[in-house]
Structures are given as structure tokens and as C-alpha cells.
């Protein structure tokens, strides 16, 4: 499974007034592991920018005057998404920005290049009702560290939402992939045949307190990943009392 990782940064916050794309960041993914091909372009937007963006990212009128038009950048940009699955923080926005600049060369919307998209701000909202869900602060809640952070970048965004997204997903999934890559890397001579028979295993069954236990781990898990672990699938866990 191919995903690209996106963000942007634009001369302010609406396209349908005008405002245009200034960069544009992209992070592959293929079977939820970083491939280390990226997609990175500054983008010259032929306008002034809001001091309230260049607050946020720091790009200027003056740096990005010798950068390339969004017309030049296009097709490499629709190349390198197509048919992908898209991870997106507040999809809506950059969605809006890109479909816009797509409009402005008389091509189809952005969005018809892609297979479909995730929206990280609509899934933690889901998984985590009531707190802040900006990529800092996911960031904070996860583990992920973003130190190295002071302004926004469309490249370093789109890194640090991938490492957000996989610890957001992170479950049964993952683990069996874990498994699968093990084992193809083991070679054969890891699943020769051993002859077990003559062995007689002593079975410990377990106590009330620890299926109590192994039960909590395994809702915690399921919470984690927004209720997509496959276990789920064959038998959803008892609610605890």
C-alpha cells in the first residue's frame, strides 16, 4: 500500500480570495514504512504574502522570487501522488489550496489524481475527544519529538505527521507486518521442521487477575489505534465493569 504524507504553506489562509500555495511537502510511505523518497518544492506565488503566514512559516515575497511558478512544479507534484492514498492534517485546507491552483491551469482537481484520503485532525478528534489535536500537540501526546521545530515547513510537517499517523495506527496490523518481514528476511533455513513430538509442555492456565490484566492490555490497545485492531473483528472485547 503506497501513502504520501502531505502539507503545505500558503500566502494566507483562503484560497477562494486569492491566496496562493507557496510550498508544498510530500513523505512516502509503502506498507507503512518510511521509503526516504520525498517530494519538496517552494513555490513562487506571484503575489504578496500575509505577515500573519510569514509569522507562522517565514517564507518571504524576496526568498521565493527565484523559485519556480506552480505551473513548472505540476505535473512532477501529480506524478509523484498519483493514485496514492493521502494523510492530510486539516485535509480541507490544503485540499482547498491545491484543487484552486489545479483550477487556475485548467486541470482537473487535485483530488481526482489521488485514491482517497486521511484527515490525522478528523481521526484524532475521534480518538481523543476534548484535547488539542494540532500536530504539536499530537506530537507531545505521542512521543514524537519535534525539538528541531520553530517555524512551520511544509517538508518537516509532513515528516513529523508521518510519525504521528504510524503511532496513531499503530496495532495488529503493524505487528503482522513485523512478523512478515521477519520472516521473508530470515531465509529458509529459519522454517525447517522441527520434530516436537516427544516433548510434553507443562500448561500453566492463567489466573482471574491475570485475564483480567491480559483484558485491559488488549482494550488499551484497541483504544490506541481507533478500534482497528483485528482481533476486533473476530471477537470485540467485553466492556470492563
Same mark, same amino acid.
Request: proline residues 4%; aromatic residues 4%; charged residues 25%.
Given at each position: 500500500?503506497?501513502?504520501?504524507?502531505?502539507?503545505?504553506?500558503?500566502? *494566507?489562509?483562503?484560497?477562494?480570495?486569492?491566496?496562493?500555495?507557496?510550498?508544498?511537502?510530500?513523505?512516502? @510511505?509503502?506498507?507503512?514504512? @518510511?521509503? *526516504?523518497?520525498?517530494?519538496?518544492?517552494?513555490?513562487?506565488?506571484?503575489?504578496?504574502?500575509?505577515?500573519?503566514?510569514?509569522?507562522?512559516? *517565514?517564507?518571504?515575497?524576496?526568498?521565493?522570487?527565484?523559485?519556480?511558478?506552480?505551473?513548472?512544479?505540476?505535473?512532477?507534484? %501529480?506524478?509523484?501522488?498519483?493514485?496514492?492514498?493521502?494523510?492530510?492534517?486539516?485535509?480541507?485546507?490544503?485540499?482547498?489550496?491545491?484543487?484552486?491552483?489545479? +483550477?487556475?491551469?485548467?486541470?482537473?482537481?487535485?483530488?481526482?489524481?489521488?485514491?482517497?484520503?486521511?484527515?490525522?485532525?478528523?481521526?484524532?478528534? +475521534?480518538?481523543?475527544?476534548?484535547? %488539542?489535536?494540532?500536530?504539536?500537540? &499530537?506530537?507531545? %501526546? &505521542?512521543?514524537?519529538?519535534?525539538?528541531?521545530?520553530? &517555524?512551520?515547513?511544509?517538508?518537516?510537517?509532513?515528516?513529523?505527521?508521518?510519525?504521528?499517523?504510524?503511532?496513531?495506527?499503530?496495532?495488529?496490523?503493524?505487528?503482522?507486518?513485523?512478523?512478515?518481514?521477519?520472516?521473508?528476511?530470515?531465509?529458509?533455513?529459519?522454517?525447517?521442521?522441527?520434530?516436537?513430538?516427544?516433548?510434553?509442555?507443562?500448561?500453566?492456565?492463567?489466573?482471574?487477575?491475570?485475564?483480567?490484566?491480559?483484558?485491559?492490555?488488549?482494550?488499551? &490497545?484497541?483504544?490506541?489505534?481507533?478500534?482497528?485492531?483485528?482481533? +476486533? =473483528?473476530?471477537?470485540?472485547?467485553? =466492556?470492563?465493569?
Amino acid at each position: 500500500m503506497r501513502q504520501i504524507v502531505l502539507d503545505t504553506e500558503t500566502t *494566507g489562509l483562503n484560497a477562494a480570495t486569492g491566496d496562493r500555495l507557496i510550498e508544498i511537502g510530500c513523505v512516502e @510511505l509503502v506498507n507503512r514504512r @518510511l521509503t *526516504g523518497r520525498n517530494l519538496h518544492f517552494y513555490i513562487n506565488p506571484e503575489r504578496d504574502i500575509d505577515a500573519g503566514a510569514i509569522a507562522v512559516h *517565514g517564507l518571504t515575497v524576496e526568498f521565493l522570487a527565484d523559485k519556480p511558478k506552480f505551473a513548472e512544479v505540476v505535473h512532477e507534484i %501529480r506524478d509523484f501522488v498519483q493514485d496514492a492514498e493521502l494523510i492530510i492534517h486539516n485535509a480541507a485546507f490544503d485540499l482547498g489550496f491545491l484543487d484552486m491552483e489545479f +483550477q487556475l491551469l485548467g486541470l482537473p482537481p487535485f483530488r481526482k489524481h489521488v485514491a482517497s484520503v486521511i484527515d490525522t485532525l478528523l481521526e484524532a478528534r +475521534q480518538m481523543f475527544p476534548g484535547k %488539542r489535536n494540532s500536530l504539536d500537540a &499530537l506530537c507531545e %501526546r &505521542l512521543g514524537v519529538s519535534n525539538a528541531h521545530r520553530t &517555524l512551520h515547513g511544509a517538508l518537516l510537517d509532513a515528516e513529523l505527521l508521518a510519525e504521528v499517523y504510524l503511532a496513531m495506527t499503530r496495532g495488529q496490523n503493524s505487528l503482522v507486518i513485523d512478523m512478515m518481514d521477519a520472516s521473508a528476511g530470515a531465509g529458509p533455513a529459519a522454517v525447517a521442521a522441527t520434530d516436537l513430538s516427544a516433548l510434553r509442555l507443562p500448561v500453566l492456565e492463567p489466573t482471574e487477575d491475570e485475564l483480567a490484566a491480559h483484558a485491559a492490555v488488549l482494550k488499551e &490497545l484497541d483504544k490506541a489505534s481507533g478500534g482497528k485492531t483485528v482481533w +476486533q =473483528e473476530a471477537a470485540p472485547l467485553e =466492556e470492563a465493569a
